[in-house]
T-cell receptor, first 112, second 115 residues
Framework: DADVTQTPRNRITKTGKRIMLECSQT?????MYWYRQDPGLGLRLIYY???????NKGEISDGYSVSRQAQAKFSLSLESAIPNQTALYFC???????????FGQGTRLTVV | DQQVKQNSPSLSVQEGRISILNCDYT??????FLWYKKYPAEGPTFLIS?????DKNEDGRFTVFLNKSAKHLSLHIVPSQPGDSAVYFC??????????????FGKGTKLSVIP
């Protein structure tokens, strides 16, 4: 089983719909992250959380919200999806400090 | 303003030769640098890292070099193998307050190793 699991792996949704992407981890890390990847733009940070009570905006948080339901669970919501939110979304976890982050396999989201 | 730049979107190298992937950064507060490798339909996986107090870190076929004065790092893969074909992301970490560090990623370089 993967250390960082994202569901769904693929999703097509219509403009204006609400959608939630879920992430769970078995690494026991306190820190969890949501990134977005667009072609030619690399990985950009949407939100991050250092523990259940701590949520922080990243560089592109507009149009997104998150919920840290437990240490192991961090979900990303698009309240009203729009086509330019079509992208590959990655959840990641980390120990904090100057250490590497561990990524899930990604969710490919298409908003039509 | 892009703080981590990978100016080569793609690179092709013959199997057995050296692959050199480059990365430049602008933020002098970055003190830890990482390379990630990403295959299609998979998440990025950590490859190698280097602290700003070092100028070289080696792990098997992979070596990362850091030139702080030039704000430049490079990843060398030697010898290159077809299985190395992937997108490589350069990332840099800086302290952002309250005990937190944030990773900033470059746009990635697609490496193709030709058999």
């Amino acid at each position: 089983d993967a250390d960082v699991t994202q569901t769904p792996r693929n999703r097509i949704t219509k403009t204006g719909k609400r959608i939630m992407l879920e992430c769970s981890q078995t690494k026991g890390h306190d820190r969890m992250y949501w990134y977005r990847q667009d072609p030619g733009l690399g990985l950009r940070l949407i939100y991050y959380s250092f523990d259940v009570k701590d949520i922080n905006k990243g560089e592109i948080s507009d149009g997104y919200s998150v919920s840290r339901q437990a240490q192991a669970k961090f979900s990303l919501s698009l309240e009203s999806a729009i086509p330019n939110q079509t992208a590959l979304y990655f959840c990641a976890t980390g120990e904090g400090g100057n250490t590497e982050a561990f990524f899930g396999q990604g969710t490919r989201l298409t908003v039509v | 303003d892009q703080q981590v730049k990978q100016n080569s979107p793609s690179l092709s190298v013959q199997e057995g030769r050296i692959s050199i992937l480059n990365c430049d950064y602008t933020n002098s507060m970055f003190d830890y640098f990482l390379w990630y490798k990403k295959y299609p339909a998979e998440g990025p996986t950590f490859l190698i890292s280097i602290s700003s107090i070092k100028d070289k870190n080696e792990d098997g076929r992979f070596t990362v070099f850091l030139n702080k004065s030039a704000k430049h790092l490079s990843l060398h893969i030697v010898p290159s193998q077809p299985g190395d074909s992937a997108v490589y992301f350069c990332a840099a970490s800086a302290y952002s307050g309250a005990g937190s560090y944030q990773l900033t990623f470059g746009k990635g370089t697609k490496l193709s190793v030709i058999p």
